[in-house]
C-alpha cells in the first residue's frame, strides 16, 4: 500500500484543517488506518484510528471531541478533521495503515506510513 498525505498548513489557533490520505496498491477496506503525529522535538504520537469499516474509531485523549477521523473506502481515501486547533497540534503528521485492529495505537505495530504532511498552529 503507498500512502500519501495532503492539507496540512499555516492555521490560527481556533482554526480548522482536514487532511487527506490517500491509498493506492493494495485493497483499501481490508486495512485499519491511523493518524500520528510528531512535534518539534517530540516522539511520533498516536492521534486517531479507524477500522475498515468505519465503524469504529479511537482517539488520544488531547484530540477527543476536536479531532474527527472518517474514511470513504470507494475513494480510498481516510480524513483527519481537526477543528479548534492548538498550539501544541503544531506536528508532521502521518497517516499508517495495519491489516488488523489490535494494536491501532502502537506506530511500531504499522504496515504501511506516508510522508507526513506539517501543520503549524500559531497562537
Known amino acids: 500500500v503507498q500512502l500519501q498525505a495532503s492539507g496540512g498548513g499555516l492555521v490560527q489557533a481556533g482554526g480548522s484543517l482536514r487532511l487527506s490520505c490517500e491509498a493506492s496498491?493494495?485493497?483499501?477496506?481490508?486495512?485499519?488506518m491511523g493518524w500520528f503525529r510528531q512535534g518539534p522535538g517530540k516522539e511520533r504520537e498516536f492521534v486517531a484510528a479507524?477500522?475498515?469499516?468505519?465503524?469504529?474509531?479511537y482517539y488520544t485523549n488531547s484530540v477527543r471531541g476536536r479531532f474527527t477521523i472518517s474514511r470513504d473506502n470507494a475513494k480510498n481515501t481516510v480524513y483527519l478533521q481537526m477543528n479548534n486547533l492548538k498550539p501544541e497540534d503544531t506536528a508532521v503528521y502521518y497517516c499508517?495503515?495495519?491489516?488488523?485492529?489490535?494494536?491501532?495505537?502502537?506506530?511500531?505495530?504499522?504496515?504501511?506510513w506516508g510522508q507526513g504532511t506539517l501543520v503549524t498552529v500559531s497562537s
Open positions: 499508517a495503515a495495519k491489516t488488523t485492529w489490535s494494536g491501532v495505537t502502537r506506530a511500531n505495530e504499522y504496515d504501511y
Open positions: 479507524i477500522y475498515w469499516s468505519d465503524s469504529i474509531t
Open positions: 496498491g493494495r485493497t483499501f477496506r481490508d486495512y485499519s
